[in-house]
């Protein structure tokens, strides 16, 4: 798809915001039309769309405050995009497995996927909150139907460089709205947050804008480290540049992160791994201890009171967690009350923050202790099994992989999931879908897919052996 018809269709979007306002339901309608056809006739194309718009939240667009179907509960218009993406991906899924080879089959981490979200779904008979748990169930299925449709439909290194290229370009867009926005809306609760400038694109919140510009810097930082051009160092440098502006704990820690296993997994041998991984370590750990020191800003974000005002010792007591901790002592004592093996049901979560005075976090702040709570240990462990099986075969991949473009996938793949799980301890990144989970499971998909390609170690990765 040519690369003015993707900034065609990001200027409709633009538009959309108007239109829905006179007419949203028959907006919708027609916007849903749209997006069946193009993901029937051309389901490659609506892989780059998704990944290529992922940036723009479509609520921000059309209004934060416009509820549709307020009868059967309200929903934001991304919640009615996310009902017809989830359906018409696995749609594409169904009618791509049905022209496959026999001898290609599902990734083994995917297919117990499959487990946990239909351990999910039973939950969802249980639940104290069926709409919160529909919504839930629907994020989880989404960034999983990403992977397998782009391990379907990806089939040539041509399709995948082509694949990146829309990704990037996206990002490159966000990049200049959000300098549009900074520079001409001039409104300062858009960036103060908590008394402190945190740099958002305008689409977004700016922890959720730092996990989709991780996303993007992982691609961009692992390319040019593994020399498949000098243009990549400008584009990380782009990306990186508004992680540390967007002030995000974990974005932040993430981003020293991705850097240290790039490094780490570049190294051809044990001795030169453990040899940089001791180097980044010092380097990384002095760098972030001087930072902290010295700029006040960052301080603010990571504690109550800025470190001049007490002792070394005070640091773990003064950690600025938002109340985290309060909310998770509430839920995990809420959850010993009830079932500890299959969880209180999907979605449960949500009127437990409600009933319990916490109705401004809006979630948990912490995956794995949302789904304990839900799913209970089954289904946490079922989400654990699932990414430690993911990243295991990564690595395998990346070991044994002669193909160079197959090994810096995989690279990209492991890293970003590894950042998945990180986020997941202070954040909810199962909500964002289209920001930063889609682009983390297209990368294993891409993992996956050119594995099929070059026949490396397909007998692993396909095939789950």
Do not use: C
């Amino acid at each position: 798809m040519p690369l003015f018809i993707q900034v065609g269709f990001v200027l409709f979007l633009l538009a959309l915001g108007v239109v829905i306002s006179i007419q949203p339901l028959l907006t919708l309608g027609f916007l849903f039309i749209g997006i069946a056809i193009i993901g029937l006739s051309a389901p490659r194309k609506l892989l780059q769309l998704l990944l290529f718009v992922g940036g723009i939240s479509v609520n921000v667009l059309v209004g934060e405050d416009v509820i549709l179907l307020q009868e059967l509960g309200g929903f934001q218009v991304s919640g009615l995009l996310l009902g017809i993406m989830v359906p018409l991906l696995g749609f594409i899924t169904l009618v791509k497995f049905m022209k496959l080879d026999n001898k290609i089959k599902v990734p083994s981490a995917l297919r117990i996927y499959v487990l946990f979200v239909t351990f999910a779904a039973i939950s969802l008979l249980y639940t104290t909150d069926l709409n919160s748990g529909i919504r839930l169930l629907f994020k989880l299925l989404y960034p999983f139907l990403v992977a397998l449709v782009t391990v379907l439909i990806i089939q040539s290194r041509e399709e995948r460089l082509w694949l990146e290229k829309y990704l990037i370009a996206g990002g490159l867009l966000v990049s200049v709205l959000g300098l549009l926005n900074f520079t001409g809306r001039g409104e300062a609760e858009l960036y103060l947050r908590g008394g402190a400038f945190r740099y958002t694109s305008g689409f977004a919140h700016p922890s959720v804008f730092s996990f989709y510009m991780l996303a993007l810097f992982a691609l961009v930082y692992i390319k040019w480290r593994y020399n498949q051009g000098r243009g990549y160092l400008w584009l990380a440098i782009i990306f990186g540049a508004q992680i540390f502006l967007s002030m995000t704990r974990i974005g932040l820690i993430s981003f020293l992160l991705i850097v240290f296993l790039t490094e780490f997994l570049r190294q051809p041998n044990l001795a030169r791994r453990l040899f940089t991984s001791f180097l980044l370590a010092v380097l990384l750990i002095g760098a972030s201890i001087y930072s902290l020191m010295e700029f006040e800003p960052l301080q603010s974000r990571f504690f109550y009171r800025p470190l001049s005002d007490r002792s070394l010792e005070e640091y773990l007591e003064y950690i600025n967690d938002q109340g985290r901790r309060q909310i998770w002592s509430a839920a995990f004592n809420q959850y010993l009350q009830g079932n500890l093996i299959f969880g209180q049901g999907l979605g449960s979560s949500t009127g437990f923050l409600r009933s319990s005075g916490f109705e401004k976090a809006g979630v948990m702040h912490n995956e794995y202790l949302r789904l304990l709570y839900e799913t209970g240990i089954v289904g946490l462990t079922l989400f654990l099994f699932v990414n430690l099986i993911l990243m295991g075969n990564l690595i395998k991949l990346i070991k044994a992989s002669a193909n160079g473009d197959v090994r810096v996938t995989a690279v990209v793949a492991f890293t970003t999931l590894v950042i998945y799980m990180v986020v997941a301890i202070t954040d909810n990144p199962l909500d964002y879908y289209m920001m930063f989970a889609q682009y983390v499971f297209a990368y294993v998909g891409l993992s996956y897919s050119l594995t099929r390609e070059t026949k490396d170690l397909t007998s692993l990765s396909l095939s789950g052996a």
